[in-house]
């Protein structure tokens, strides 16, 4: 089964990236909040440090941009969910579980499109395929068979008051015609549930995360991923990146210890 092959429907609301670098800055100033099509996701050195150990902490809420430079707000169109997307994630920063692979920070900055102002208490979500290019919930639809329950690299997590939310995960794989990526939603007003997930809410955004294709190209031949028998699409030659950079959702991506970090500023209108 490849994912998002299907036509997406006509976005409903419009929504942006805000690009930043790796020691890119944000500062919440309305003069600098201006519409720009350059596009951001520059890599950093493709190789994991090999002095730094790896983190074994909890992404830290505090971890958010600082506040010295002006936000370029860029607009950018929605994408597909695609035909893996699941109900009822967990809410948790740490969607990795037993899953080999990589070790990947994902951290975004929600904020409102209309002010530029960070979105505190939005719940992101995020989900994508392990090492050898399978769904939790749907292991098997991409040649490769295992234990599946249905939950791993997959959840949610509230912004804070600066915006941001910080994922522990591993480096995606890749399957079918597409290239390595991620999906995301963001949602406002949602409820937890007793079994430690979420439900309800609006929905602003759906879109897709990538990665820089000579850090993919690095990673793609280390164990776990070396193994995945699906062929690999290039992010140029992709059917959804348009090569908008971080208008597209390219993260920018630095070594962090065995791994990366992988940082994008998100911004969603809210209402129609």
């Not at 600082?66 to 695609?82: F, H, K």
């Not at 939310?165 to 406002?188: Q, S």
């Amino acid at each position: 089964m490849a994912d998002d092959i299907s036509g997406s429907p006509a976005p409903t609301r419009r929504t942006v990236l805000i690009a930043t670098g790796a020691t890119a800055a944000v500062a919440l100033v309305a003069a600098g909040c201006t519409t720009d099509d350059s596009g951001g996701g520059t890599s950093a050195d493709p190789r994991p440090s090999e002095t730094t150990p790896p983190s074994t902490a909890q992404p830290s809420p505090s971890s958010s941009p600082s506040s010295t430079a002006p936000i370029v707000c860029t607009l950018t169109r929605e994408m597909t969910e695609g035909p893996y997307h699941l109900e009822g994630a967990l809410v948790r920063a740490d969607i990795s579980e037993d899953r080999e692979g990589v070790p990947l920070r994902v951290a975004l900055t929600v904020v409102d499109a209309d002010s530029c102002v960070p979105l505190s208490g939005a719940m992101v979500e995020l989900w994508h395929c392990d090492a050898l290019g399978e769904y939790s919930g749907f292991v098997g639809a991409n040649g490769h068979d295992g234990p599946d329950n249905g939950r791993f690299l997959r959840g949610g997590l509230r912004t804070d008051a600066q915006g941001a939310a910080e994922f522990t995960t591993v480096f995606p794989g890749w399957y079918g015609d597409r290239c390595v990526h991620i999906h995301i939603k963001v949602h406002t007003d949602v409820e937890l549930t007793d079994d430690d997930s979420f439900e309800g809410g609006e929905e602003l955004h759906t879109g897709q995360l990538f990665f820089p294709e000579d850090i993919t190209e690095e990673v793609s031949a280390l164990p776990v991923y070396a193994e995945n028998t699906g062929s690999r699409t290039a992010l140029d030659d992709d059917q959804f990146y348009d090569g908008g950079g971080a208008t597209s959702g390219l993260l920018t991506l630095a070594p962090l210890g065995e791994g990366y970090r992988g940082s994008l500023t998100v911004g969603v209108q809210r209402g129609d």
